[in-house]
């Protein structure tokens, strides 16, 4: 819900987490090599709905 969010969101700015991979240096091009990696991990096997690796890369693209 909403409040859990707004939760979320101040709870990281507290601990000075900032929101965006960019912030921390990743680019698109790093989402190229990320989201294989992350589809050949087989930890999304266990995620209620089910994922393909172009789910992982547009995730990644809208977490820049």
């Not at 995620?47 to 990644?60: G, R, S």
Request: net charge negative; charged share 25%.
């Amino acid at each position: 819900d909403r409040q859990t969010v707004e939760f979320v969101k101040r709870f990281m700015a507290d601990l000075g987490i900032r929101p965006g991979l960019a912030n921390y240096g990743v680019t698109e091009e790093h989402v190229e090599k990320m989201a294989p990696q992350a589809f050949a991990d087989g930890c999304h096997l266990t995620n209620p709905a089910p994922v393909t690796e172009a789910d992982l890369k547009q995730l990644y693209l809208e977490s820049l």
